[in-house]
Each structure stands twice: as C-alpha cells, then as structure tokens.
C-alpha cells in the first residue's frame, strides 16, 4: 500500500479545531459563572439590576460550547458564538451604571474573543468547503439529443411498444378506447 493511500488532517486544520475546542470549554466556563454568579458579573460589567440577562446570557454560551464540542462540524456553532458576542458588544455599550475604565477594558475583551470567534469561524468554513465536492453546474443540460422542437413526434414514427410496457388486458379501460395517432 503506498503511502498516499492515507489521507492526513494538514497541521493546520488540528490546530483550528483545536481552537475551536478551546472556545467552546472558555464558553462553558464564562456561562458557568454567569448562571451560577449573575450578581458578580452584572456588577463587573456595570449592569446592576440585569441580574436574570446575565443568566440568561449564561445559558446561551453553555448552549452554545456545547454546541461546539458535540458537533461534527462546529463551524456554525461558531457564527453563534460571534452572533453571541455582537449581542454582548451591544448590551454593554447600553450598560447604565458602566464605569468608564472599567467597561472600555471589558468591551476591548469581548472585541478581542470576538475577533478570535470570528477568525476561527472563518478558518473553519474554509476547512469545510474543500472538504465537499465542488457544484456541478447542468442548466445548459437538456437530456435529449436534438433540440425539442426536433425531437417533438419523433417516438411516434416507428415505434413499436414492448410487451412488457403494453398495459395489461386486464387493466385496459372498457371498452377498449383506440389511441389517437
């Protein structure tokens, strides 16, 4: 057997899938404290008062990094994860009681997960896509060999039918009805 018989994941694809991985345990983890600590994590993100947002927040990412470690292909629980992080971006640009220092260092935080969301969403569509056989174009097709106007009446000519096509005396219509030339 030789040695092109087997085909490897370039070094390149682990690694992406790896990261993929990896944001999906971080997705578990930050959902984790935000269900089992929304108060803490309101008031670090200046949404005192937002309590049940941030769990419900939280469950979203559990969701999600679940997502991504079960999937065979976790390429669209990825775009999730970037939708979930355009959602945070904008829930905290919203945020009432944000502390100036504080939320700019925390919107530049989900920016940052957020690239890395995004950049292995897109790493990973592209494993995808040339994994799949490439779309095979066949509107010029007709499956005739002439045009139909040419082919229009060209059965009719000669052409006698097989026994085995020829409805069945017993299913024939009665009474018997002639076919029209």
Known sequence: ?????????????????????????FSIGL??????????????????GNERFVRACGV???VTGIGILAARRPGP???????????????????????PPASRALLGAVAAVAAL???CAN??????????????DYHERRGLPLPPVAMRGAARKDFEMPP?????????????????P
């Open 1 to 25: 057997m030789s040695a092109t018989a087997f085909t490897r994941t370039p070094a390149r694809h682990r690694r992406t899938r790896a990261a993929a991985r990896g944001l999906g345990w």
């Open 31 to 48: 959902g984790v404290a935000q269900v089992l600590m929304p108060r803490l994590v309101a008031g670090a993100a200046g949404m005192r």
């Open 60 to 62: 979203r990412e559990i």
């Open 77 to 99: 629980w990825m775009w999730v994860r970037v939708a979930g992080d355009a959602f945070d971006f904008a829930a905290l640009g919203n945020a009432r009681n944000a502390r």
């Open 117 to 119: 969301d995004a950049g």
């Open 123 to 136: 790493a990973l569509d592209r494993i995808e896509r040339r994994g799949r056989p490439p779309i095979r």
């Open 164 to 180: 085995d096509m020829a409805t069945p005396a017993l299913l024939a219509p009665w009474p018997p009805v002639a076919l029209r």
